[in-house]
């Protein structure tokens, strides 16, 4: 059985369960030591951005690192620029939105 920590659940609330999708998080673009990727949701960006949401994608992200995500605010698709502000060797992949 699967556990919530394992799937990295982030939720704005109880009925409204959200996760990370790995597979659609795409490495693009690299040099030295920072990394650019694309990630496309069905999540809003502020459920991307929660604290954890990249729990599982910790040994890709590194620190300042961009990623580009494509979400979505009711049904309505959006794009914001997210910085990783702390991932490598971290217990939690925290990020912010740079927009």
């Known amino acids: 059985m699967t556990t919530m ?12 369960i959200m996760a990370l999708d790995a597979t659609n998080l795409k490495k693009v673009a690299g040099a030295g030591d920072m990394n650019l990727f694309l990630y496309k949701s069905t999540d809003a ?8 949401y990249f729990n599982s994608s910790t040994d890709d992200l590194k620190q300042f690192d961009t990623i580009i995500c494509i979400g979505s605010t009711g049904g309505t698709a959006t794009v914001d620029v997210v910085i990783v502000k702390s991932a490598t060797g971290a217990a939690t992949v925290t990020t912010t939105n740079g927009t």
């Open 5 to 16: 920590a394992q799937l990295n659940v982030r939720s704005q609330n109880k009925e409204d």
């Open 45 to 52: 960006i502020s459920t991307i951005v929660g604290s954890g």
